[in-house]
């Protein structure tokens, strides 16, 4: 009798399929040894960039990145969709200005004064927490972000406050104007003056919090979590005790959070209502979506991604090397086999050459002469009195990207693929470049679209079945 | 000694009384069978022993002593374990990590020793993963090798269903319930998993309480079958008295002159 159940077939399917593309080896490299690049490439960066902006840009990243991470615990693991997340880094950088500033004439040590915050922050996580003992899904989200906008809120209002037996209004969180004037971090007697010197200590944090989570997440609290996200009933009949870990799960997003929070008030050198807003939630969201729910290094540069390519978007330099980088991996991605590649390739050259002849003879007037090296022969460069032709043509890019992605029959696909690549490049070069403001926006959109399309489940996600 | 007992049990779902006064024993080392046509509250019993919902009348007594107000967790913790009808792995885990979940009540380590991981913390996750291992060893070679780091949503139906086996051992129960645990598989699998249930009993000693509609199935590994209807008990006995019994004829078939005509 032949041996049963030893279908190796499927085995070699599953590991086929994980080790294909180009995407899914540069997760598989990443997710094995990704700690190590990213401490390499993040304690580079503050000597390449070498300015104050720049290391306030990696401040930021890094600050998203520890946010992240927290908000995978919640999100990730537990699976409840907490949308008052932030409420918890406003309570943390709150916490740390009232305990370091001359708001109430309080220098308490930053250790001590960040251990408080913690413990209080957990304690106060795992009351609000509750309610995710017995609400999911949308209904959780809903109450939760009722948390965050009582916060915001309270941040507000908590200006002129009148207890008994005080006299006169008392003001705790100054209102919209915030409070000002927090000192900077000292730990273990070293003061933390620099911008430089955050951002290192965040560094060992994210790192920090990168391998615990990492540890948690292999033990039978993080099984338990997964499990729970699963499927709630199954798990509780599996002597799981599926309210208190999603609590516990919600508080220690919610520590993770206001620990982030007391760096941000230290940086910062003061805290302000409109630090604390539901962009800010979306955008930690964006990070940890774009990641992959539930993959710890996907958190962090998913966190890298969404803060760093807005300030790279800032300088036609930085957008032309990410416009042209996304179309050639595009390309590269898309267009197979090679042959097709070279076709479409020297399709938009051609259609390129044709055009520029075509416009230089007919309406001399509209172009304006020769421009950069590399695209002489073929793109056009139209006269700023041609603006609102560059308009027209932006629009009829869109009507033919779109028809390029409709269609599905190769013969017709690839002309209409060439067409919209040359428009694309056309209007890129003599638009978007010119306008980096709207460019940012629209770039930064296209390209989380594009990634998202390409990976589902987030950069490092694992894919996830629901019924089979 | 009677390891599961259900005293007077009622349970309404609303205007419908879908438990109605069940009493019932399940002495250790036993194999009972519950049987009765769809909708006749089988599940339901299930439902209300493992604590997903509260009786609204009787008692359920394990090893003697109530469990009628206990969480689902704890019930489970105690020592009744259970399979579902419909199957509930956790699909996009792992083969051992759905067993290993099951093991976390025998666990010790918290979460700050997790975080941090200490040499403890790592000691017993591997304990938990080795255990799982052993246990998915009871089938074979179906779960074991390079099925431990598969994701569980690649598995076959038959092999789910044997994984949701695995997982309500791993919890350490003394009792097993088994909700169909031969629906949707064919005949040999069928043959395969009723000489796979008196195994449970035999090899490992657990007692067992089991859903199934496959009469081959209940013929071959009952020590005792009761069978319901309306929520009512109409008959208990060995098969033979059972199957012979004529309210259950009746129940499943309808009165006899509804056949002749």
Do not use: C
């Not at chain 1, 070279?342 to 304006?368: D, N, R, Y």
């Not at chain 1, 010119?434 to 679209?449: D, K, Y």
């Not at chain 2, 779960?143 to 789910?160: I, M």
């Amino acid at each position: 009798m032949a041996e049963i159940g030893t279908d190796r077939w499927v085995d070699e399917v599953e590991r086929r399929r994980s080790e294909s593309g180009a995407l899914g080896r540069l997760g598989q490299i990443l997710s094995r040894r990704w700690l190590a690049v990213f401490v390499v490439v993040a304690l580079v960066y503050p000597f390449v960039v070498g300015g104050d902006f720049g290391i306030r840009v990696g401040v930021n990243a890094l600050l998203l990145a520890l946010l992240a991470l927290g908000l995978n615990v919640v999100v990730g693991y537990a699976g409840l969709l907490d949308l008052g997340y932030v409420a918890y880094y406003g309570l943390g950088a709150y916490g740390y200005a009232f305990l370091s500033s001359d708001q109430f004439g309080i220098h308490a040590p930053t250790l001590l004064v960040v251990a408080i915050v913690a413990i209080v922050v957990f304690l106060v996580g795992a009351l609000l927490g509750q309610p995710a003992r017995r609400l999911v899904g949308d209904y959780l989200a809903i109450l939760t972000l009722f948390f965050l906008q009582a916060f915001i809120e309270l941040a507000l209002n908590l200006d002129r406050l009148q207890l008994p037996f005080v006299d006169g209004p008392l003001s705790i969180t100054g209102g919209p104007n915030g409070i000002s004037g927090v000192s900077p971090m000292e730990i273990l007697g070293f003061r933390l003056g620099q911008v430089r010197d955050y951002y290192f200590l965040l560094l060992v944090l994210v790192v920090a919090v990168a391998v615990g989570l990492g540890n948690l997440e292999r033990s039978r609290t993080g099984i338990a979590w997964r499990a729970i996200r699963e499927d709630t009933l199954a798990a509780e009949q599996m002597t799981i005790p599926t309210g208190a870990l999603k609590v516990i799960a919600y508080a220690t997003g919610a520590t993770i959070a206001a620990v982030s929070g007391t760096i941000f008030a230290a940086v910062q050198l003061g805290v302000f209502p409109q630090n604390f807003t539901v962009a800010l939630l979306i955008v930690v969201y964006a990070a940890l979506i774009l990641g992959g729910e539930g993959s710890i290094a996907g958190a962090v540069l998913g966190a890298l991604i969404i803060a760093m390519v807005p300030e790279l978007l800032r300088t036609p330099t930085g957008a032309r090397f990410l416009f042209y980088g996304g179309l050639f991996v595009g390309s590269v991605a898309l267009l197979r086999p090679w042959r097709r590649l070279a076709w479409v390739a020297g399709g938009v050259m051609a259609v390129g050459v044709v055009a520029k002849v075509i416009v230089m003879t007919l309406w001399p007037a509209v172009a304006a002469g020769e421009g950069g090296g590399l695209f002489d022969r073929w793109l056009i460069r139209f006269d700023p009195s041609a603006v609102t032709l560059v308009n027209v043509l932006f629009v009829v890019m869109i009507v033919l990207v779109l028809a390029a992605i409709a269609l599905r029959a190769p013969w017709r696909r690839d002309p209409l693929i060439v067409l919209a690549a040359y428009t694309l490049v056309l209007v890129w070069e003599n638009r978007l470049v010119e306008t980096p403001s709207i460019t940012r926006q629209l770039l930064f959109g296209a390209l989380l679209v594009v990634l998202m399309a390409v990976r589902p489940y987030g950069l490092l996600g694992r894919r996830r079945v629901e019924v089979v | 000694m009677a390891v599961l007992e259900l005293r007077g049990l009622t349970k309404r779902f609303g205007g419908l009384l879908v438990v109605d006064g069940l009493d019932l024993v399940v002495r250790e080392g036993e194999i009972v069978s519950l049987i009765g046509p769809n909708g006749a509250g089988k599940t339901t019993v299930f439902n209300l022993i493992s604590g997903i919902f509260p009786p609204d009348d009787g008692d359920i007594l394990l090893e003697g002593s109530s469990i009628v107000r206990l969480a689902g967790h704890e019930i489970a913790a105690r020592g009744v374990a259970r399979t579902f009808q419909t199957l509930r792995v956790f699909l996009n885990m792992t083969v051992a990590e759905n067993v290993v979940v099951a093991e976390y009540a025998r666990g010790r380590v918290g979460i700050l020793r997790s975080i941090l991981g200490t040499p403890a913390a790592r000691r017993e996750a591997r304990q938990l993963r080795a255990d799982a291992e052993q246990r998915l060893g009871f089938f074979g070679k179906r779960l074991v090798g390079y099925r431990f780091d598969q994701p569980a949503y690649s598995l076959s139906y038959a092999n789910r269903r044997r994984l949701e086996i695995a997982r309500a051992m791993a919890t350490g129960a003394r009792m097993l319930l088994l909700d169909e645990p031969a629906a949707g598989m064919n005949p040999a699998e069928t043959h395969e998993i009723s000489r796979l249930i008196g195994r449970l009993r035999d090899d490992l000693g657990y007692t067992i309480l089991v859903i199934e509609h496959d009469m081959h199935v209940v013929e071959g590994i009952s020590d005792r079958v009761a069978a319901l209807d309306h929520g009512v008990k109409i008959a208990e006995g060995s098969f033979e008295e059972v199957a012979s019994d004529p309210a259950v004829v009746e129940a499943y078939l309808g009165k006899g002159d509804a056949i002749a005509k």
